[in-house]
């Protein structure tokens, strides 16, 4: 079964700095991988998600993340934090390898704080 | 996002009391899942669906037990609850190979 980690558990940032978090899972080969975002007192959000093709995935709100495959990672990244970027993020992989369920493990989050 | 709504938002019970939590969707998704919210925890499946009728427990199944009489509805009991099932509780649906959430469910058992 898969395994997901997310190594920063409370990141702080001031304005404009660069954000990379870190996400790391446990079984090689070609996967779906999510990031998800939650703003303060809201549900979850998909950020962006990576199925195939290009490894460097562009999502909302200035976002990317890239694949690598031969690190089992899957690292988010902005360029220029906003203050409006404070919020919990997860990362997510299946599961299970190949299952048709959809069953997602989650990251145990991290939390981003910007300081404006 | 899928249109998920879930009901109630908040809840306030007391211990030993039988507590429902429903979530709605309007896609047809197929596939339903509960999660639990807890600090340092991130999310854990409760139980999923992947069809009318069909439901599997997940990885913090002890103490709930589900329900999924149509498409658009899946249900989640706490038989009796306990003060450590105060959490928020999201469902989430799947669609094109995607999770979406609902609103939560923020619940305090006293």
């Known amino acids: 079964a898969q395994s997901v980690s997310q190594h920063n558990h409370h990141v702080i940032l001031s304005e404009a700095a660069s954000l990379e978090l870190g996400c790391n899972y446990s079984y090689g080969g070609t996967v779906n991988l999510f990031w998800y975002v939650q703003y303060p007192g809201q549900h979850l959000q998909l950020l962006l998600k990576?199925?195939?093709?290009?490894?460097l995935v562009k999502g909302i709100k200035g976002f990317e993340a890239e694949f690598i495959k031969s690190k089992f990672s899957f690292n988010l990244r902005k360029p220029s934090v906003q203050w409006s970027d404070t919020a919990e993020y997860f990362c997510a992989v299946p599961k299970k390898r190949g299952s048709t369920l959809g069953r997602l493990y989650f990251g145990r989050g991290t939390q981003l704080t910007v300081w404006p | 996002d899928a249109g998920i709504t879930q009901s109630p938002r908040h809840k306030v019970t007391e211990t030993g009391t039988p507590v429902t939590l429903r979530c709605h969707q309007t896609e047809n998704h197929r596939y339903m899942y509960w999660y639990r919210q807890d600090p340092g925890h991130g999310l854990r499946l409760i139980h999923y669906?992947?069809?009318?009728?069909?439901?599997d427990k997940g990885e913090v199944s002890d103490g709930y037990s589900v329900s999924r009489s149509k498409t658009e509805d899946f249900l989640l009991t706490l038989e009796s609850a306990t003060s450590s099932q105060t959490s928020v509780y999201f469902c989430?649906?799947?669609?094109?190979?995607?999770?979406?959430f609902g609103p939560g469910t923020r619940l305090l058992v006293l």
């Open positions: 990576y199925f195939s093709g290009d490894p």
């Open positions: 669906s992947y069809g009318v009728k069909d439901t």
């Open positions: 989430a649906t799947r669609g094109q190979e995607t999770q979406y």
